[in-house]
């Protein structure tokens, strides 16, 4: 496919327990970025990386979330000890220049309970 | 710091009528804009942006949208919408120096009954 993937599509945890969302990349998009999207709002933007650089993580809400793109392709995101509040859609996309058009996943439905 | 307003978080019409959708943003700085379209099911999609030039945009499906500096709006308009137009609206910016970020608003649901 041509699109970025996002896995998995739906995620339900227990509260305390640690999840990995993860994301691929369109191949060759330099820009990835990690949006949250509570429900009845618009995604918000928690970190953007440069290839394997993570340039900004200032939009993520606590140290309990983590992500990386090691290899400069896909990336995860990692929650800690989740909490009711991180229940929400987590979106990434990717670009392959920076930021200036942003292409989609479909993303991942968390719901922490 | 940025922040982008939708007024309209919910409108329904009826198929051929005339659809605007207002945002507006808050920003001291030179901003990059779009829309984005999130069909029922599917992800979110560009539906236009605008960076320079022109101020009125044309993006897919006849849908355009006008930047009006002085007001700090961009709002999207479609002169007669269709049922396949149901969806949720997103306006977003991003600022030119830090532009790999969007600011999004909080979304518009639009239902265009048949």
């Known amino acids: 496919g041509a699109g970025v993937s996002q896995s998995p599509r739906y995620k339900v945890a227990k509260r305390g327990q640690d999840v990995a969302l993860r994301c691929d990349p369109i191949?060759?998009?330099?820009?990835l970025f990690w949006y949250q999207q509570a429900l009845g709002q618009g995604p918000e933007f928690l970190t953007y990386?440069?290839?394997?650089?993570?340039?900004?993580k200032s939009g993520l809400p606590s140290d309990r979330f983590f992500a990386e793109r090691p290899e400069g392709s896909v990336s995860t995101l990692k929650i800690q000890r989740t909490q009711q509040e991180d229940s929400a859609v987590y979106l990434c996309?990717?670009?392959?220049?920076?930021?200036?058009?942003?292409?989609f996943g479909p993303g991942t439905r968390l719901t922490v309970l | 710091a940025q922040s982008v307003s939708q007024h309209n978080h919910h409108v329904i019409l009826s198929e051929a009528a005339s659809l605007e959708l207002g945002c507006n943003y808050s920003?001291?700085?030179?901003?990059?804009l779009f829309w984005y379209v999130q069909y029922p099911g599917q992800h979110l999609q560009l539906l236009l942006k605008y960076f320079s030039g022109d101020p009125l945009v044309k993006g897919i499906k006849g849908f355009e949208a006008e930047f009006i500096k002085s007001k700090f709006s961009f709002n999207l308009r479609k002169p007669s919408v269709q049922w396949s137009d149901t969806a949720e609206y997103f306006c977003?910016?991003?600022?030119?120096?830090?532009?790999?970020?969007?600011?999004f608003g909080s979304g518009t649901r639009l239902l265009v009954r048949p």
């Open positions: 977003a910016v991003n600022a030119r120096d830090s532009s790999y970020k969007l600011i």
């Open positions: 996309a990717s670009s392959p220049n920076q930021g200036y058009q942003a292409f």
């Open positions: 920003y001291g700085g030179t901003v990059n």
């Open positions: 191949s060759g998009h330099v820009s």
């Open positions: 990386f440069q290839n394997e650089a993570q340039l900004d």
